[in-house]
C-alpha cells in the first residue's frame, strides 16, 4: 500500500510539472518560426519643418506684464461682483496687489505701468495683444500709474484705482452689468514681469482688490477684500523673420509660437502594426533663451486633418543628454498609428510645457539642418500576417 501510495505522488508531481505555463527553451524549440513576431524597424527625418504663432491657451497661473527687448505684454483683469453691502458705503480708497512670480529680462531693471478703466466686455479664450489695444477697448486716460525701481521675484506692488471706476461697477444685484475690469499697461523696458493669478493653489497669493470704507454712523474706516476674478495677457514679438527659417524650429511660449513638423511615412509597409514610434529632436542651445522659470519640457501634439491641434492627442518630451546635446524625445506612436489608418495630415506641433505662462524660447534643429541634427522619427513596427 504504501508503495503504491508513493507511485501516485511520484506520478501527480511528474505531471503538473509537465503542465507548467512558464516557458522554457525545451518548449520555444518546438513553436514554428511562423508563431513569433518579427519586429522590424524604419527610420525618417522631417519632410519639412516651420513655426506658426497660435492662441495661447485661457488656462493661465501669472499675468504678464512688461517689455523687453522687441517683447511686449499687456494684461486685463477683473474681479467678480462688489458684494450689495457696500452699496451706499463711501469708497475711501481702493488698490489692487499683484504678487510677483516669474520675470523675463533683466530681474534688477525698473518697472512701470498705467491702468486704465476696461470699456468692453471680454473673454479670456481668444483675446490677444491685438485686441487689448483696439481702440475703444479701454479708456487711454489713465486711471493711475505706477512706478518701482525694482521688483523682486516674490515680491507683492500695489496698483491704485480710482474708486469712481469701482463705484461704476456696481454690486452683485445690479441687472446692468458695467464692470469690465482694468487694463495694466507697460510704460518700462528690459523686463517683462508675471504676477500670481486667480488660479494659483496658494490662496495668499491670489490678486486681491483691497478696498477702505468710511462708515458714516461710526466714522471708522472698514476694509472690504476680493480675490476672485478671471484675467488674460497678451503678448507680441516685433521680428518674426525667423519663423520660416527651415533650419531651425522656434517654439516660444507665451506670444505664442509652435513648432510644425511634416512627415513622410511611405517607406512604412501599407499593412503595418506599429509597436513603438518616438520623434526625436536635439536643442540648439545658443538660440534658446531659458531663466530659472524655465520648466525644460515641450508636448508633441497631434495635428488633426482639419489642421488644428488636438489637445487630447499629444506626448511629453524626456529630454537627455547625448553626446554633450540636449536631445528631447516624445513616444508618438498614437500619432504615427492614425496616419497609417488613413489621416490626410501627417504633422506634429511642438509646444513648450508652459505655454501659457511664460515666455521662454525652445530652438530646436529643424528639417533643412545637417542630416545628423535633423528631426527623427524612428518606428518599430511589424507586419499584419
Not at 512706478?147 to 445690479?174: E, H, K, M, Q
Not at 538660440?287 to 520648466?295: A, C, K, P
Not at 529630454?319 to 508618438?332: D, I, K, L, Q
Request: net charge neutral.
Amino acid at each position: 500500500m504504501r508503495l503504491a501510495v508513493a507511485l501516485f505522488l511520484l506520478v501527480l508531481t511528474l505531471g503538473l510539472i509537465a503542465c507548467s505555463e512558464d516557458p522554457n527553451p525545451v518548449g520555444a524549440g518546438l513553436l514554428p518560426t511562423s508563431d513569433f513576431l518579427e519586429l522590424d524597424t524604419t527610420s525618417t527625418v522631417a519632410l519639412r519643418s516651420y513655426s506658426q504663432t497660435v492662441i495661447p491657451s485661457a488656462s493661465t497661473t501669472r499675468l504678464l506684464v512688461g517689455n523687453v527687448d522687441d517683447i511686449e505684454s499687456w494684461g486685463v483683469l477683473r474681479f467678480f461682483a462688489l458684494p450689495d453691502s457696500v452699496r451706499y458705503m463711501n469708497i475711501v480708497s481702493a488698490e489692487v496687489i499683484l504678487r510677483s512670480a516669474y520675470h523675463y529680462g533683466d530681474s534688477l531693471a525698473p518697472f512701470s505701468l498705467t491702468a486704465h478703466k476696461v470699456l468692453r466686455s471680454w473673454g479670456t479664450d481668444s483675446l490677444t495683444i491685438d485686441s487689448l489695444q483696439a481702440a475703444g477697448f479701454y479708456d487711454p486716460a489713465p486711471t493711475s500709474s505706477l512706478y518701482l525701481s525694482s521688483v523682486g521675484d516674490t515680491a507683492s506692488i500695489s496698483i491704485p484705482v480710482d474708486t469712481t471706476v469701482i463705484r461704476n461697477w456696481g454690486t452683485l444685484s445690479d441687472t446692468t452689468f458695467q464692470n469690465f475690469g482694468i487694463l495694466l499697461r507697460p510704460t518700462n523696458s528690459r523686463v517683462v514681469r508675471g504676477f500670481a493669478m486667480f488660479e494659483v493653489s496658494e490662496q495668499p497669493h491670489r490678486p486681491k482688490l483691497l478696498m477702505r470704507f468710511l462708515r458714516a454712523e461710526s466714522g471708522k474706516i472698514d476694509t472690504v477684500t476680493l480675490n476672485t476674478g478671471i484675467s488674460r495677457f497678451g503678448a507680441r514679438i516685433g521680428n518674426t523673420s525667423w519663423s520660416s527659417d527651415s533650419t531651425h524650429i522656434y517654439v516660444r511660449n507665451g506670444i505664442s509660437y509652435r513648432g510644425m513638423l511634416e512627415f513622410d511615412i511611405s517607406s512604412l509597409p501599407a499593412h503595418a502594426a506599429v509597436h513603438k514610434a518616438e520623434l526625436e529632436l536635439t536643442l540648439d542651445r545658443t538660440r534658446s533663451r531659458f531663466n530659472g522659470y524655465t520648466v525644460d519640457s515641450t508636448f508633441a501634439v497631434f495635428i488633426g486633418d482639419d489642421g488644428i491641434a488636438l489637445s487630447t492627442i499629444f506626448a511629453l518630451s524626456e529630454p537627455s543628454e547625448v553626446a554633450g546635446m540636449r536631445v528631447h524625445r516624445f513616444p508618438v506612436g498614437q500619432f504615427v498609428q492614425r496616419w497609417i489608418r488613413g489621416a490626410a495630415q501627417r504633422k506634429i506641433a511642438i509646444s513648450g510645457f508652459a505655454e501659457p505662462n511664460a515666455l521662454d524660447l525652445f530652438v530646436f534643429h529643424g528639417a533643412a539642418a545637417p542630416s545628423s541634427l535633423k528631426p527623427k522619427l524612428t518606428i518599430v513596427y511589424s507586419l499584419i500576417r
